[in-house]
Nanobody, 123 residues
């Protein structure tokens, strides 16, 4: 299963962006999906996750500003980012924890990462 992230770009402080992450490949089921980010010189950190049943979790600094959502019909994950701050500047990665069944009926658990999309918040 491949993930393609898009929607990054340059935005002024206080602005908004919506990131998308499209999944493609074989048919699969979702355990959870999420967004992570990595700023220069920093470790990759959690932004938000959404589980199979739609439960969401946010890192404290994003709570109230970011919204994670998912369109299962389009196999696409979204991250709506509002009230952006310069410290939100980072490469944003999408992640999928899922599973599928082989032709023999054996379950296969997998984790996929998108290639990252750069978000720059600057005036």
């Amino acid at each position: 299963v491949q993930l393609q992230a898009s929607g990054g770009g340059l935005v002024q402080p206080g602005g908004s962006l919506r990131l998308s992450c499209a999944a493609s490949g074989r048919r699969f089921s979702i355990n959870s999906m999420g967004w992570y980010r990595q700023a220069p010189g920093n470790k990759r950190e959690l932004v938000a996750t959404i589980t199979r049943d739609g439960s969401t979790h946010y890192a404290d600094s994003m709570l109230g500003r970011f919204t994670i959502s998912r369109d299962d019909a389009k196999n696409t994950l979204y991250l709506q980012m509002n009230s952006l701050k310069p410290e939100d500047t980072a490469v944003y990665y999408c992640n999928l924890d899922g599973y599928y069944y082989t032709d023999d009926g054996a379950p296969v658990v997998f984790k996929s990462w998108g290639q990252g999309t750069l978000v720059t918040v600057s005036s």
